[in-house]
């Protein structure tokens, strides 16, 4: 079948391309990722010139599940970022019915049109009918949209055709966790997909997770193969997951961050219809005038070419950055 291209944010490439190379350098806010990385990235000389250890593998998952507050009951695997296991999982059923909640992250469509499966992308959670699959993003990519647990577990239950499984993508469920669905799990057919790279400001490093329903993580550590994950990864991945003191401090930050950025796009004349604390999401007529603007202005936000009314702003990661933005579009 052919491939739809999907746009993402963080190509600076892009970026010059629409306006040239900017003298100031690109303040790049079309992503959403932390701009105050883990900064305890150090790694041993071993972890770069052995193979990735089965050992190391066991101390990250072992930080993965605590941290993430997954059952015993639950399996969890781990692969080189959350992209990873989303390209993968289409090809584990053939033929199916999926239900999307949208709109919504657009790999979900594309990956599973491509390998042959009916797509069907609804607006809310009651409107997705039975599913042999249902996919959300939660909270959802771009407005922050947050659907309850209980009302996951319950599809689980009642509406999926028999033998179907329900994909919670939690990309960005790091800054709340109690929207996060694996806790309480026991053994519905649920999968949850997190990425480490977008909370700990790391997404070079490549690193994801996938949590839930026993069976469907043994298929998914069997199409990964050995060594998932790479040396380095492990080691900072274990680290960063353990250090509690730095993810309080992280959501307290980028809260702080989030407010500020409100205060700056609605003194613009924007108005904010939702997102997280990593970004916000802005509606506006003249939104491809203000797009251009920052652009030329050497600030990068992210477009949306089916919905031209909207932008979306990453946190910006410092005073500075954020004084530059303000002056732009005031």
């Not at 993580?217 to 998932?228: M, T």
Request: with cysteine; net charge neutral.
């Amino acid at each position: 079948m052919g491939s739809t291209e999907v746009y993402h944010g963080g190509d600076l490439q892009e970026a010059e391309a629409l306006f040239g190379r900017p003298e100031a350098g690109w303040l790049d806010l079309s992503t959403g990722i932390n701009p105050e990385p883990y900064p305890n990235t150090n790694t041993r000389d071993t972890s770069w010139r052995h193979l990735p250890q089965t050992a190391s593998m066991e101390t990250l998952l072992h930080a993965a599940r605590h941290y993430y507050r997954v059952p015993e009951s639950a399996g969890i695997v781990a692969a080189a970022g959350s992209q990873a296991i989303l390209q993968l999982l289409p090809a584990l059923l053939d033929g199916c019915a999926i239900s999307i909640v949208g709109p919504t992250y657009a790999e979900h469509a594309k990956l599973w049109t491509e390998h042959g499966h009916q797509v069907t992308t609804v607006g809310t959670l009651s409107n997705a009918g039975a599913a042999d699959v249902l996919i959300l993003v939660n909270p959802n990519n771009p407005d922050g949209r947050t659907i309850h647990p209980d009302a996951l577990y319950e599809f689980a239950e009642t509406r999926l055709k028999k033998g179907g499984f329900v994909v919670v993508d939690e990309a960005f469920a790091d800054l709340d966790p109690a929207v996060g669905i694996l806790p309480r799990l026991q053994n519905e057919p649920i999968l949850s997909i997190r990425s480490f790279g977008k909370f700990f400001g790391l997404p070079g490093l490549r690193l994801g997770f996938a949590a839930g329903a026993p069976n469907l993580i043994s298929a998914i550590r069997q199409r990964l193969g050995p060594w998932a994950v790479s040396g380095p990864a492990l080691e900072i991945g274990a680290r960063a997951l353990a250090d509690r003191a730095w993810i309080e401090r992280a959501r307290e930050r980028l809260e702080a961050r989030a407010d500020a950025l409100d205060s700056v796009l609605t003194g613009a004349g924007l108005t904010v219809i939702g997102g997280t604390a990593l970004y916000r999401l802005i509606e506006h007529n003249d939104a491809a005038a203000f797009f251009d603007r920052l652009g030329r202005a050497g600030i990068f936000v992210r477009r949306f070419q089916e919905r031209p009314e909207r932008l979306r702003f990453g946190v910006p990661g410092s005073a500075r950055d954020l004084r530059r933005l303000k002056e732009i579009l005031t």
